[in-house]
């Protein structure tokens, strides 16, 4: 992708930047204001929000399968795949350790639900998980099953396969090359002009969900009642984001940390705003390839695996809630089961798909191996859909920051 080079150019693409995250911004608060006045939902406002979401989701089929494919054959060496594979697993299972431990951290220091009543809670439906389920899905017995249900993992096993075993055939197959770099390059156009609609379809989600979880009223009262979770799952996320992920941006990019947070705005909004990464994905690649200058073959790979495995924000949260659950009914966890929690909270963030309360599923199975009541998810139920939120957005911005690591330390490995 061109990075406008001539100043002026420059300048007014920065301005008309600058306007477009403010647009954004502004859309955020009044959806606030509107959902938390109306204290339901609008069904004209809500299909605005699923028209934005469906055209959002509609671009990660045809955006993963041309840019994973594109990428590998650009690679040209299949062992630099190799290299970027072993280099994207290490900075992901690092940077989500180092998420859980400092939820950890942050959730024995607060002690937030030591004190907080018990309230009945029926064990809400929220399906059973299994680790090993995610590892047998990635390979899809259908193709075109796994794209009608937006699993990403099978279609990067797919399409990796087949960029890899297209690179070894050489000129004989250049039109299903040209074709593929079209399907991308249109893709990305698309993604573009999706976008111009965000301060629209952001408005429309935010109101429409602090409208069904009851306005400002219901929510400030649930906020009193497990106020200290909300604050600690925050400044939990806050710290890595701004400590351990700010310090990689920089590593990465050799940028202000802050000014990497300007140029990923757009996604970082957007996954606030939809709070799924999965969704927020086209805008992220679309993202770190023009604002970051990232290279195209680093991006196409470490983004849609990172959009459903590298959750940082979630292993934190998924950390936090279940000591939260343990201190509420009193349980106290020796320094073991706490590691029990570290080691099932990493799995539970790898597992869970990048859709919305996915981590809130996958929280069952740290619960159960921990042996803390499953029905303790009652306790936090109320107050996910914002904390969702909050996790998504560092977990994309762990996404992007990856691609800045990743590409740094391939530098010489990419000319
Ligand atoms: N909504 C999150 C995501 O898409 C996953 C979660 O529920 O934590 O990244």
Redesign the pocket.
Known sequence: MSIPTSDPQRTDSRRRHTLFLIAIVAAMLLGAVVGGFAKTEIPVIALLGDLFLNALKMMIVPLIVSSIINGVTSLGDIRKLGRMGALTAGFYLTTTILAVTIGMIVVNVIQPGVGVAVTAHIAPAVGEYSFLDVVRAMVPANLFAAMASGDILPLIFFSLFFGIVMSTLGEKIQPLQDAVDGLFLVSMKMVHIIILTAPIGVFALVATRVGAAGGFDAFGRELAAIGRYVITVMAGLMIHAMVILGLLAWFGSRLNPGKVVRQLAEPLLL?FST????ATLPVTMKTVQENLNVDKRVSSFVLPLG?TVN?D??AL?EAVAAMFVAQCYGIDLSFSAQLLIVLTATLA?IG?????????VTLVMVLQTAGLPAEGIGMILAVDWFL?RC??TV??FGDAVGTLVIQRLLQKYLI
């Open positions: 996954a709070a799924s990464s999965s959009a959750m924000g979630t949260y963030a869970a798909a990048g859709i919305p309360q996915a981590g809130l969702d996790r998504t977990n994309v």
